[in-house]
């Protein structure tokens, strides 16, 4: 008989910072987090530096079963979390292309496993495996299918680990089986995605080839006619390194108000800032669109569940949504939106559809694909 996994490290290693948490799956229980930050400007010069660190600051442990590494995409190649092997490594390098600046990091974290932690499992975890059950209606492009066959040009979605966990939760919530679970997911922080899940499972996302596409964002447009982004390049001679920068880093949220963060636009809004207010409209009329989309796309959903920094505190943003949503038979309940950052449902008893936050928890889906993928 396998030996019972129970202490998982999970890694998130970023271009410049590497994220980590330690559970032990026997108690249910976070036991560390840390976060080492500049690595190759300034702090440790690579992962294995500062995977070292990370050792020194648990204490030098050796009774760790194994590690789950977040990566940012497996394109159409990883439909689910994977135990790492060399295969699969090689496969992962492929697919650099799809996050040139967060593979070649999050690769990076498994390989200073590898060498640091000897003979410890490592499992990949995708950002995109969540969404590999959208349908092809859903996840192509009108564009002609050459770019589809040539790069894999379609829609991939992100955040999918948080929608996961997100639906595993409601499922427990709301007492159905997770196979017969319609719930739409709504991923809300300074990215943004949500997705629409029928029958447990991810039919439509907002997020794209990339995650640009969607929703308003902090720094990001979301949705924007292509023609648009086109004439600016033209008009302004600016490359596609230039326009990706201004779209993904000074778009959305940033660039209506000066800030991405919504709780400096909420207290300006508050303060009668025109902007502010109108940025906030913006942000809660699309992802009310969504909402009612994906409703439909879902044939009607059991709940709305909300997340992230926005969803699961921000009374002011999930009352300008949900007070959109009236056509849905959902109507707020004020004094339940006052709630931050816990299990709750925050539409009335005589809604059609409940409105319901649960927070998120990224680093514990990652443990618990872990411990589900090795025991296979
Ligand atoms: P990330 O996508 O970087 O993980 P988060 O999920 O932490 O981001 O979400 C960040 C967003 O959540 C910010 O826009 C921030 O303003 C918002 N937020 C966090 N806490 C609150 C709060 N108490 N009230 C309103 N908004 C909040």
Redesign the pocket.
Known sequence: MKKAIDKVLVINSGSSSLKYQLFSMKKGERLAKGLVERIGCGGPKDHTEALKQVVAELGNPKDIDAIGHRVLHGAEVFKDSVKVTKKVMAECKKLVKFGPLHMPPNLGGIEACEKIFKGVPNVAVFDTAFHQTMPDCAAMYAIDPKYYKKMGIRKYGFHGTSHKFIVQEAAKFLKKPLAKLNVVTCH?????SFAAVKNGECVDTTMGLTPLAGLIM?TRCGDIDTAAVLSIMDAEKKTPAEMDTILNKKSG?LALTGS?????I?SKAEKGDKMAELALEMLAYRMALYIGAYNTVIGGADAIIMT???G??????RERIVNRLGALGIKLDKKANKI?GQVAVISTKASKIPVVIIPTNEELMIARDTVRVLGE
């Open positions: 809300m922080g300074n990215g943004s902090g949220l991405s963060d919504c709780r400096d909420v992230g920094g926005i699961e505190n921000s009374t002011e943003v931050r």
